[in-house]
């Protein structure tokens, strides 16, 4: 008999947070993310670019939350295409 083990604790990060769409492409190295609605990211919150469990989510750390739609970041490892789900994380 196999038993499966699942381990929920990703899902925690983003349950209940806002979250946004990247509006157009972030760049390997890009420190600036244009998303489509405003979701109050702050200085020095966390956001999380993709989807949890997928191969090249990553985090990044927020510099300057601009109140209009773009969001400077460090800098990206992977290349997140226009549609990336964009979750702040606890």
Known sequence: ?????????????????????LASSLAVG??????EAYAGFADNDYL????????????????DAAIDLTVTI????YLHPAGTPVYLIA
């Open 48 to 63: 999380l670019f993709g989807n949890p469990g997928d191969e090249k989510t990553e985090i990044l750390q927020v510099n």
């Open 74 to 77: 460090g800098a990206a490892v």
């Open 1 to 21: 008999m196999s038993v499966i083990l699942r381990a929920p604790n990703t899902d925690l990060l983003i349950r209940g947070k806002p979250k946004t769409i």
């Open 30 to 35: 890009g420190t600036s993310a244009t998303v």
